[in-house]
């Protein structure tokens, strides 16, 4: 218990410089000794931009020998954006049901007897006639049980078949349904919201799901909550579409309210109303990545690149139409509209629309995150500022401080040189924790302080019960090396069991608690194994080497 060996030295001196290397970047800003670059005002400018850029990076170069990673603050302590959003099942159910339409639609085609009119559609029910149900009922009950899908990873079916009536059948969506269409719906959003706030992973949002139909979105250092909520109040649904630009049809659609049944009206960015046909040729999911460009004219764009299937499918539809429109239809209006001049291979595509670079941006992030299963309503919003994070972070700083010297004056006055000792580990501690939190990539949150300030309180707890059995055993006669013996070897068991049951109940804190409660249950694990690690091992090689240097024949304690 008191040998201490050359590479047991070298193994605590290593562990506590990597987390002092860890923990050294956060003392700084992004730039060189506290420089940080000035991001440019005008963003559409590409030389400002690129300067700015390079800036970063010969920023971060100059700090080679030193990890990139730093604590990410959370919502409340930069600031940001706090959205609750709400998923109708109703909603989902129908928009399910809509989708297979097409497959019922295609199967039917098959024999013209089973099909009269077009299914009709009554939120998530959806009612089919038949032109002689004497003889197709049968039948077309065996093709809708066919073709019924199953939702998401589970067993359940999407609709229950029944006969209504002499010559119609009925699909609707029962309960159960609509609650695994809600979980998998939830699942989908939330990886849609994240793919569309944060196409490049760099951003520390937090996505977590409340209830079956509820997504709580967190974006720390977000200062714009009008833009989160037009980015995810899109539906993103994409589809290239044959176009009808003739004026004498578009105004005879217009002024009848009718056109024709293969094609519909949309407006257009273009030319203010146009005739698509009703039947896409290709949509969203057949997009493989979309980015932000520029045009032949230099204006912000999106590019996008079609699948292997897709874009073979593409270049037929455009040899084959050379000289006619497509439209390119996102959420009901046509974005573009170009005419057909030859055939496109390769899959690449191109939206113009006089966009700023944020808006390219932000199309291209919601036309490569795909199409939201049902709208987003949005039940609460909140907006907190940098300056109340800020104050945040010098209120937590300035208890951990306040907390620090009070617990080390305590230990100094009740256990004089080695309270000293523990409070020398107790900073080793701290350090220990803001790098070992920064190497995982944690997010930092008020309660995440407020574990770090209880933990100083826990850092000196196992070192209270070690001296106290110390001084117990230098009353009983025992010399110093002994009773820091036996100090430590009795005192081992009651630690060891205290933290363990607070480790798991961390641990549980982490699996059932979302946002700033596992942020707190992270700190407070993290906090244990390192405030053990510094009682049994920092302290203990400080008071060994005391012991051995000037060898007392009592501890002053």
Do not use: H
Not at 68 to 92: F, T
Not at 372 to 387: I, M, Q, S, W
Not at 410 to 425: D, H, N, Q, R
Not at 507 to 535: E, H, N, R
């Amino acid at each position: 218990m008191l040998n201490f060996p050359l590479w047991k030295v070298g193994l605590i001196v290593v562990i506590f410089l990597w987390g002092a290397i860890l923990a050294i970047p956060n003392m700084f800003s992004d730039g060189f000794l506290g420089i940080e670059p000035r991001e440019p005002s005008d963003p559409s400018n590409e030389v400002a931009m690129a300067a700015y850029q390079q800036q970063l990076q010969e920023a971060e170069d100059s700090w080679w020998f030193l990890p990139a990673g730093k604590l990410n603050l959370g919502l409340d302590l930069q600031g940001g954006v706090y959205l609750l959003m709400e998923i109708d099942p109703a909603e989902i159910a129908a928009n399910r049901l809509q989708t297979v339409q097409a497959d019922i639609r295609t199967a039917f085609n098959r024999n013209p007897l089973v099909e009269r009119n077009p299914p009709v559609q009554n939120e998530d029910r959806l009612t089919i006639e038949l032109l002689n149900p004497e003889e197709d009922m049968d039948e077309a009950v065996r093709r809708l049980n066919r073709l019924n899908p199953t939702i998401g990873t589970t067993q359940t079916k999407l609709f229950s078949v029944s006969q209504s009536g002499d010559q119609f059948i009925q699909l609707t969506v029962p309960g159960g349904a609509r609650t695994a269409l809600a979980a998998d719906a939830q699942a989908k959003m939330m990886e849609i919201i994240r793919r569309r706030i944060d196409p490049d992973g760099v951003a520390e949002i937090s996505i977590t799901p409340q209830g079956d139909n509820r997504i709580i979105l967190e974006a720390p250092g977000e200062a714009d909550p009008k833009r989160i909520k037009d980015i995810l109040g899109q539906a993103g649904r994409l589809t290239f579409n044959m176009a009808n630009l003739d004026p004498s049809a578009i105004r005879a659609a217009v002024t009848t309210g009718r056109p024709s049944p293969r094609e519909e009206l949309v407006d257009s960015i273009d030319y203010g109303q146009i005739l698509v046909n009703r039947i896409p040729e290709l949509t969203g999911a057949d997009i493989a990545t979309a980015n932000r460009c520029f045009d032949e004219a230099n204006f912000p764009a999106v590019c996008f690149r079609l699948n292997s299937s897709a874009a073979t499918k593409f270049y037929n539809l455009t040899r084959n139409n050379v000289g006619r429109n497509f439209a390119i239809v996102l959420d009901g209006t046509s974005m573009s509209s170009p005419s057909i001049r030859v055939p496109i291979p390769g899959g690449n595509v191109i939206i113009e629309g006089r966009f700023s670079i944020e808006e390219a941006e932000d199309l291209a992030a919601i036309i490569e995150a795909g199409e939201l299963p049902a709208k987003l309503n949005f039940l609460d919003e909140r907006t907190v500022g940098p300056t109340l994070g800020a104050e945040s972070i010098a209120a937590g700083s300035r208890a951990s401080m306040i907390g620090l010297a009070l617990v080390g004056v305590f230990m100094i006055l009740a256990y004089g040189l080695v309270g000293g000792f523990a409070v020398g580990s107790l900073m080793a501690n701290i350090v220990m924790i803001i790098g070992a939190l920064s190497g995982f990539g944690a997010t930092l949150t008020l309660p995440g302080i407020a574990g770090i300030i209880l933990t100083i309180g826990m850092a000196v707890d196992a070192n209270v019960i070690v001296f106290e059995r110390i001084r117990e055993e230098q009353s009983n006669g025992r010399s110093p090396a002994t009773a820091i013996q036996a100090g430590y070897e009795r005192a081992l068991s009651a630690i060891l069991d205290a933290n363990i049951t607070t480790f798991i109940a961390a641990s549980i804190l982490y699996m059932v608690g979302s946002g700033p409660v596992k942020g707190f249950a992270v700190t407070l694990a993290i906090g244990i194994l390192t405030s053990v690690f510094t009682a049994f091992v920092v302290t203990r090689w400080f008071t060994v080497m005391y012991l051995r240097t000037f060898r007392p024949k009592r501890l002053a304690m």
